[in-house]
């Protein structure tokens, strides 16, 4: 039936494999899981970072534009690393909650909801989400 050897016995070891009959030595199977992308992590970390040059163009702010890029950029690898395994997430919980006190206090001090009250409310849901994974963990 088959014109060559090798051929037939290829095709026998692969018809045995499909039937469940070959499992040692089999070569790894590629991974069915899922690539997981974290894009609220990453749009959030680009509100913060673009938030800080915003904040110095505005206002000249040199304590904007450096704790705005700083945290945005550090929050940038967070939704790397939470992209990369979702179990690593505690950068992000950190970061989340340290914004969401620092704006909260000046978002209460002020009133204003640009940008105090949208950083206090994107990092509360921030801080939400991952508080949600660490306890389900």
Do not use: W
């Amino acid at each position: 039936m088959c014109s060559r050897d090798e051929r037939c016995s290829m095709l026998q070891v692969a018809a045995d494999r499909s039937r469940g009959r070959i499992k040692a030595n089999m070569p790894p199977q590629p991974s069915t899981r899922t690539p997981y992308t974290d894009y609220f992590a990453y749009v959030y970390a680009g509100i913060v970072f673009i938030g800080g040059i915003i904040g110095f163009i505005k206002a000249g702010s040199l304590t904007s534009i450096g704790i705005g890029t700083v945290t945005g950029t550090l929050l940038g690898i967070g939704a790397r690393q939470v992209s990369a395994n979702p179990r690593h997430f505690s950068l992000l919980l950190i970061l989340s909650g340290a914004l969401m006190v620092v704006m909260g206090t000046r978002y209460s001090q002020s009133g204003k909801v640009m940008p105090a009250g949208l950083i206090t409310l994107i990092s509360a849901i921030s801080f939400l989400r991952y508080g949600i994974r660490l306890a389900s963990n």
